[in-house]
């Protein structure tokens, strides 16, 4: 069987699900907040813990790294993970403040950009691509655990390369086109979450017909 077109999928999750409007967030700093926090839990907490720092008016990089920890951490409590969270939180923002804040950062290449968030202590590939992607708007597919789990069904991946060769493959796929890397990585998380979960629901897969997955459990 050849492997699917990573187009093909585009498709068909766009037809079922329309635009995204992805990510949420009123300023490049709050997405890269929120890309920090949503490590390791759900979104609608990540919410939570931005609401707290709006409140406190503490959603800026100088406030975050002259707040308290104990403070910080309180606030951060419904993203879980919150002492840690906290202490990557204010080393991000004393790494984004000595950088010269967004304008500083943008005018980097994405090359450069990228391993620069990397060096940053919490910063792994997948939260620097979504940094990349959604706060910079640069041309970088974001792989997170729907992608692998999503097209390890869908027989493109075998479930055991690595984040860089997942992210070569449909970066050369696509070509470089940062509207297209938005909307698609969003329909894959909304996919995941609605039908394509640990248990998946095939029978109500708008895929099911192209994925091998599905044709094996009879759906």
Same mark, same amino acid.
């Given at each position: 069987? #050849? +492997? $699917?077109?990573?187009?093909?999928?585009?498709?068909?999750?766009?037809?079922?699900?329309?635009?995204?409007?992805? =990510?949420?967030?009123?300023?490049?700093?709050? $997405?890269?907040?929120?890309?920090?926090?949503?490590?390791?839990?759900? =979104?609608?907490?990540? @919410? +939570?813990?931005?609401?707290?720092?709006?409140? %406190?008016?503490?959603?800026?990089?100088?406030? $975050?790294?002259? #707040?308290?920890?104990?403070?910080?951490?309180?606030?951060?409590?419904?993203?879980?993970?919150?002492?840690?969270?906290?202490? *990557?939180? %204010?080393?991000?923002? *004393? =790494?984004?403040?000595?950088?010269?804040?967004?304008?500083?950062?943008? +005018?980097?290449?994405?090359?450069?950009? *990228?391993?620069?968030?990397?060096?940053?202590?919490?910063?792994?590939? @997948?939260?620097?691509?979504?940094?990349?992607?959604?706060?910079?708007?640069?041309?970088?597919?974001?792989?997170?655990?729907?992608?692998?789990?999503?097209?390890? +069904?869908?027989?493109?991946?075998?479930?055991?390369?690595?984040?860089?060769?997942?992210?070569?493959?449909?970066?050369?796929?696509?070509?470089?086109?940062?509207?297209?890397?938005? @909307?698609?990585?969003?329909? $894959?998380?909304?996919?995941?979450?609605?039908?394509?979960?640990?248990?998946?629901?095939?029978?109500?897969?708008?895929?099911? *017909?192209?994925?091998?997955?599905?044709?094996?459990?009879?759906?």
């Amino acid at each position: 069987m #050849s +492997r $699917i077109r990573i187009r093909t999928v585009y498709n068909l999750l766009f037809r079922a699900y329309g635009p995204q409007h992805w =990510w949420p967030g009123d300023t490049p700093f709050e $997405i890269m907040v929120g890309a920090i926090l949503t490590q390791n839990t759900a =979104w609608s907490n990540v @919410e +939570r813990a931005i609401a707290n720092l709006v409140a %406190k008016d503490k959603l800026h990089p100088r406030a $975050i790294v002259n #707040s308290r920890h104990d403070h910080l951490a309180g606030w951060l409590r419904p993203s879980g993970y919150f002492n840690i969270k906290a202490e *990557r939180l %204010k080393s991000f923002c *004393r =790494w984004y403040l000595d950088a010269g804040e967004f304008a500083g950062l943008d +005018r980097l290449d994405s090359a450069e950009l *990228r391993g620069a968030l990397l060096g940053v202590k919490g910063i792994g590939p @997948e939260t620097a691509d979504d940094i990349l992607l959604y706060a910079f708007n640069r041309p970088v597919f974001v792989i997170d655990a729907y992608t692998r789990r999503m097209f390890t +069904r869908l027989g493109r991946f075998s479930g055991d390369e690595g984040y860089e060769v997942m992210r070569a493959d449909f970066e050369q796929a696509l070509g470089p086109d940062t509207r297209l890397f938005n @909307e698609y990585h969003a329909l $894959i998380v909304q996919h995941a979450k609605q039908v394509c979960r640990v248990r998946p629901a095939c029978g109500r897969c708008v895929l099911a *017909r192209v994925c091998p997955a599905a044709v094996r459990v009879g759906c």
